[in-house]
């Protein structure tokens, strides 16, 4: 009997299972004598936070732009075309930095390949304010020095909206880049 029990419980549980599946995969249907099925909806308590709405990225606009790099003697600046993809004013300074430290090709060489760029920003002004860092071995003579800062100031005023920089090594208005060439705070647009 205990067995007949067992059995007869199982397939209770069973059918049950299967009947459960059947109503939740089965579309609901709009009719006269259909009632709508009940859902359960989570409750919300006084201490949940705020859900987020996602947020809508701008559209990328794209843009070919020029930087500047040194040809192979290192004893004149050479210009290169990319193209740019951005969202903002920021964000097309950003992308341009990015590409100068990548400004290599056929007879160039990027001066700003091994200059850590710690931070890039874009005031109302019109000033981009540039944190570096310069490893030892970025560290050049005075020609290049020379070069560095020319390259900078070449693909910084390409764009209308920038009317002056700032470049800071580790955070400090320091007197030159590498020790040759005196820094003005802020450069601004010849």
Not at 30 to 44: F, M, R, V, Y
Not at 52 to 72: D, G, H, R
Not at 93 to 113: D, F, P, R, Y
Request: aromatic share 4%.
């Amino acid at each position: 009997m205990l067995r007949t029990v067992s059995q007869f419980m199982l397939t209770l549980c069973i059918v049950g299972v299967v009947a459960g599946c059947a109503a939740v995969n089965k579309p609901a249907e709009s009719g006269a004598g259909s009632s709508p099925s009940p859902s359960i909806q989570p409750s919300a308590s006084p201490s949940a936070a705020p859900t987020a709405e996602p947020s809508i990225e701008p559209e990328k606009q794209t843009a070919e732009i020029k930087v500047y790099a040194a040809n192979e003697e290192l004893d004149n600046v050479v210009e290169q075309q990319v193209q740019v993809a951005y969202s903002s004013d920021l964000e097309l300074v950003q992308n341009a930095i990015t590409a100068l430290q990548h400004a290599e090709g056929e007879g160039a060489a990027s001066l700003w390949k091994l200059i850590e760029i710690k931070s890039v920003l874009l005031g109302s002004d019109g000033q981009v304010t540039i944190d570096v860092h310069l490893p030892d071995e970025s560290r050049l003579g005075s020609p290049g020095e020379v070069l560095v800062l020319e390259t900078l100031q070449k693909t910084l005023f390409q764009f209308d909206f920038v009317k002056s920089y700032d470049l800071l090594v580790d955070g400090d208005s320091a007197d030159t880049l590498m020790g040759h060439v005196e820094l003005e705070h802020p450069t601004r647009r010849p």
